[in-house]
Each structure stands twice: as C-alpha cells, then as structure tokens.
C-alpha cells in the first residue's frame, strides 16, 4: 500500500506530463518582472507559501496534484516544473510540496521503503515534504539538461522554500 502512494508521487515527481484532475496555478505578471527577488506563492488552500528561486521565473508552471497522485497527502500539494526551451518535450518536475497530517506521515513512514519526499518542515501539527526529481530527465548536454541542473534547488533555497504562517 505505501509502496502505491509513493510510486504514485514518484512518478508524478520525475515526469509530470500529466496533471489530471489538477489545477494549473498561472505565475502572474508581476511575478515574471524582477530576477533578483524570489517568487512567492501561495498555496491552494493557503496553509503555506512557497518562496521560489529567482532564477526560476518565466521557466516554470505550478500544478496542483489531483487527489490519487498525492496520496495521503492534504489538498493544497504543489509540483513545480520546469518548462523545456524545446516544446516538443514535456515539462518535467523540479518539486513537489506535499503536506501531510502528522498521524498521517507518522504512518506512511511506518509503511517501511523510502517516503515520498523528504520533512522540511513541521509545524502545526502538519509535516511539509519535499520531492525532488531523482536524476536529470534531459539528454545530457542539451539546453534543457543544462539549464535543469541550473535550477535545482540549493541548501540555501531549500532553508526558505516553506513558509507557514
């Protein structure tokens, strides 16, 4: 049972080619103007905000996870992907935010094998996980592998990527 739940979420998070049931969350004009300044968003539900990289504006699209690809996860997960300069290849996913009810990770992580996603956070009685893709999905060289390597997230990302309230 858990090994479903986190293929699911794995697989979501190393391809998301498909969003079904899910909602694209659009960046707004004003969040693709400055490069220097991380990009906020805020959650479906409003239980969190995301601080994305600067470096990531203009280059990705948020989702939400329809309720089969997050599992035991609480509504308002997020994946974040990378848009490929080349267009005849799907986006591909930079990370995933899920948020799990602390009785809920408690048992997933019981279930044995690897979570989903690795606890950045707990507050509220609520766990934030982060999933990062495994491997560059991209030919490696190309642009596309280039450019993704220049987007992940670093130490100093990830120590401000949540933000509860």
Sequence with gaps: MWLHRSLVLLAV???????????????DSTDLGAKSAAVELTSPDQSYRLMLPARWAGLTRT????????GTARPGAMNIVYLPRDSSIIPQTLVVVAVYDSAAWVKVKADG???????????NGRVYV????????????SIDALKF???ALKPTDSATFIRVP
Aim: proline share 16%; charged share 20%.
């Design 149 to 151: 390597d220049s987007l």
């Design 130 to 141: 982060l999933a990062l893709p495994q491997s560059n999905p991209f030919t490696p060289g």
């Design 13 to 27: 998070a190393t391809t998301a080619c498909k969003n079904p049931g899910g909602k694209e969350l659009p960046l």
């Design 63 to 70: 989702d939400t996870l329809s309720t089969g690809e997050r």
């Design 113 to 123: 094998g690897p979570p989903p996603g690795d606890s950045l956070l707990s507050k």
